[in-house]
């Protein structure tokens, strides 16, 4: 049985980045009171018969129920073929909007870790923090010409693209974390997102290099 609770959305705007792995699509969700939003959502999309996905509004506007979804769509699977059949002015099906288990910390230095997949997700956070949150990071990326789009994108991000050699390579990130001095970072939180054993790698190191464990949130996309 097809769920009752789905709610349409309108797209609005399709953009690609180069190469067309990445994918933004504008959204129009007039039955979401997003006013009610205290920390990253995930909307969870019908992207085919009996088919759900998760993907993170970013950029969204109260006034005119609009947000951006930024999906990677470089793998097969029922969400990517999806995404790369979705045009202005299609409705799309979604059960609603879900907290992320990351809880902002206010006040505190936050650190971004993760993916392709979490560019959205860690766009909301900052969102949500506002405008004299320190953040810092690094976000693994695939394609070198997506390092271009994510710099012109998000100009002013002190979040730095690495080079990575596939989805499932977390190498450069570890060296990342390596190179933190742990005394500059007492007060800081780490939140990781994206590929669920790159996720489990990197909290094991950021443990070993001395951080406390409530300075380490997680939070699993994909493996
Ligand atoms: C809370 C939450 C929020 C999310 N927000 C976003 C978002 O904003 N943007 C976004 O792009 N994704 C997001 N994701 C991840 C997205 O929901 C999953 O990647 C989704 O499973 C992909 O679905 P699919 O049908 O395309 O592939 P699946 O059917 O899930 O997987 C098919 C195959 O592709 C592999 N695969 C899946 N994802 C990737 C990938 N990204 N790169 C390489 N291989 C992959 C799998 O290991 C599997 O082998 C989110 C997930 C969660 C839980």
Redesign the pocket.
């Known amino acids: 049985m097809e769920s009752p609770f789905l709610r349409p959305a309108t797209v609005l705007a399709v953009r690609n980045w180069i190469p067309d792995t990445m994918r933004e699509i504008d959204l129009h969700l007039p039955d979401c009171d997003m006013s009610r939003w205290t920390t990253a959502q ?1 909307l969870k999309c019908k ?1 085919g018969a009996l088919a759900y ?4 509004p970013s950029g969204w506007d109260v006034e005119t129920q609009t947000c951006t ?13 999806w995404v790369r059949r979705l045009e202005a002015g299609d409705t799309i099906y979604y059960l609603g909007a879900k907290s ?1 288990h990351h809880q902002l910390t206010k006040d505190r230095p936050m650190v971004f870790l993760g ?4 560019i ?2 860690f766009q909301a956070l900052r969102q949500m923090a506002g405008k004299d949150a320190y953040i810092s990071g690094a976000i693994g990326l695939v394609e070198s010409h997506h390092h271009q789009e994510f710099g012109e994108y998000f100009p002013d991000w002190n979040v730095e693209p690495l080079q990575k050699r596939d ?1 499932h390579d977390h190498h450069e990130l570890s060296g990342w974390i390596e190179g933190l001095k742990p005394s500059d970072h007492s007060d800081t939180v780490f939140y990781l997102a994206g ?1 669920i054993p790159s996720i489990i790698g990197m909290r094991k190191l950021l443990r070993q290099r001395g951080f406390a464990g409530s300075q380490v949130q997680a ?5």
């Open positions: 995930h992207v996905r998760d993907y993170t979804l930024i999906i990677h769509i470089a793998h097969s699977g029922p969400g990517s073929r992320s993916d392709e997949t979490t959205g997700h989805a590929h939070q699993g996309f994909w493996d």
